[in-house]
């Protein structure tokens, strides 16, 4: 069983496949509260469903990407059922993970099923989370197919994510990074302005989503 707080039509608002139309499901339940949590609706609540009955609701969508999202998925054990669910009935699978280390029972990077494309964060200072939950264990063996992303308020968390990239051997090599402002706190411009400045080899991103659809929380 998993507990799911929703199940939509979105555009993937973030990644490479920004832009995509997808099925969005969004588990419950997260372990942190990053200080830019634009998820919280999904920490509590949330309805009971078979992984066969989840499956069955995205194919209902019509759509070939599927983001498997949250609160923090990796919380439920039956994610990896869910997720393996969804690559044989033949979707694009994207997991997007909060990249930390969290209670017992959270189910590691290292048993996200092959073909999954995971989506993972990189808590800079910002997020008010301390270094130490991050997972970079996990984090070490990501592979050509997957994704890291920085979510950055300041000066200061820009830095960080800089010198993580600049930094031979802190990250995996062949993974692509993003950095993003967080939405109302730090100018994308700067932002845009600071990368091009230092000549990063990062994807500038912005949340897509909410740029088409500024102030809803729910839905997109």
């Known amino acids: 069983m998993l507990l799911i707080s929703e199940i939509y039509r979105a555009i993937c608002g973030e990644s490479r496949f ?3 139309p997808c099925v969005l499901v969004r588990l419950t339940g997260c372990h942190v509260r990053c200080s830019w949590c634009d998820s919280a609706h999904a920490f509590n609540g949330g309805e009971s469903l078979p992984v066969g009955d989840v499956v069955a609701r995205v194919r209902e969508h019509g759509l070939k990407t599927v983001l498997v999202t949250g609160g923090e998925p990796l919380l439920q054990p039956a994610v990896v059922d869910l997720l393996q669910g969804l690559l044989d009935d033949g979707r694009a699978v ?12 959270l189910v590691p990077l290292s048993a996200v099923p092959a073909g999954v494309h995971r989506i993972v964060d990189l808590k800079a200072p910002g ?6 939950v991050i997972d970079w264990a996990g984090i070490a063996q990501l592979g050509d197919g997957d994704e890291l992303k920085a979510v950055l308020a300041d000066r200061r968390d820009y830095e960080w994510a800089r010198d993580l990239v600049r ?6 090599a062949g993974v692509s990074v993003s950095f993003s402002p967080v939405q109302d706190g730090l100018a994308p411009a700067e932002l845009a302005g600071w990368i091009l400045a230092d000549g990063l080899e990062v994807r500038f991103q912005m949340q897509l989503h909410k740029v088409v659809w500024p102030g809803v929380e729910r839905g997109v």
């Open 167 to 172: 930094t031979p051997g802190r990250l995996p």
């Open 94 to 105: 994207l997991l997007e993970t909060s990249g930390t280390v969290g209670p017992r029972g």
């Open 18 to 20: 920004s832009g995509m």
């Open 127 to 132: 997020s008010g989370l301390g270094q130490d």
